[in-house]
DNA sequence: ACGGCATATTGATGAATATCGATACACCTA
DNA sequence: TAGGTGTATCGATATTCATCAATATGCCGT
């Protein structure tokens, strides 16, 4: 027997993901509209908002972007989750959905498992 | 006085964000890293892999992907710091770092306050 | 040294995306 | 009703990205 058999990687019996694909859809999605700068510094200025809400006409300066992209970004995050609208007269209110943040930082922990360093020890060769 | 005046959006001193742009774009990078199906799928492949850790030809099949572009998403989890490499042999063992996922989480909830519902409380209309 | 295997890198390609200008829509005021 | 303003949508474009085939690199056993 040689060294390499002993060292093998693909040896032993694959452990399923504790991820199904379309949990890893929905959080990627989730996480896919985090990974931008600008819908960052959004969630943050609306965060720091009076009473926690801002308007487009807030948010297009601080970011020098136009009204348009603005109002795309606000989209993706409103149909991610993190957002909710509230028109009053002209205006666009936008304020965070509070437990959306924290829920995507609790189903990493809880659901999936990925931040317990369980992987040494849940597995133990059976 | 119109009553436009008194809901007007922009009447308010602009409160600058609690986010930095240079922090948004480091967050944006980390979050971007995860918003990917396979590469949620990679973490959780690893992290229920013996002893914690998995190499790419334990990787391939249950994702269907080609070697390299499982190679690439590797290297994007590695760069983003949420997996290390360890050569053993003509193989490579990836392993997730520990403190990662956890530490976006809490840098999310502290460093940005995005997840306390300060926004209402913070503000306090002067 | 040579051949074989696991992995990393390169080049190319099609799809997704961020951005803008132009335009459409909704609401308010005169 | 008409004009003005704030916001959303549409079309177009340049960039980024996910994926693959081909190739390079590195390690092992003969």
């Known amino acids: 027997m040689s060294a390499a058999e002993d060292l093998a990687c693909c040896t032993s019996p694959p452990q399923?993901?504790?991820l199904e694909s379309?949990?890893?859809?929905?959080?990627?999605?989730?996480f896919k509209a985090l990974g931008d700068p600008n819908r960052?510094?959004?969630?943050?200025?609306?965060?720091a908002g009076e009473n926690g809400?801002?308007?487009?006409?807030?948010?297009?300066?601080?970011?020098?972007l136009g009204q348009?992209?603005?109002?795309?970004?606000l989209k993706i995050l409103m149909?991610?989750?993190f957002l909710t609208r509230q028109r009053r007269g002209t205006w666009s209110y936008y304020s965070?959905?509070?437990a959306a943040l924290a829920g995507l930082c609790h189903q990493l922990c809880?659901?999936?498992?990925?931040l317990t360093e369980s992987g040494a020890e849940r597995t133990p060769r059976g």
């Open 110 to 114: 809880s659901d999936t498992d990925l």
């Open 22 to 30: 379309e949990s890893a859809a929905e959080l990627a999605a989730r």
């Open 79 to 81: 149909d991610a989750g």
């Open 40 to 47: 960052l510094m959004l969630l943050s200025l609306i965060a």
């Open 16 to 18: 399923p993901p504790r």
């Open 68 to 73: 348009p992209t603005v109002s795309h970004h």
């Open 96 to 98: 965070l959905v509070p």
């Open 53 to 64: 809400e801002a308007c487009v006409c807030d948010l297009t300066e601080p970011l020098n």
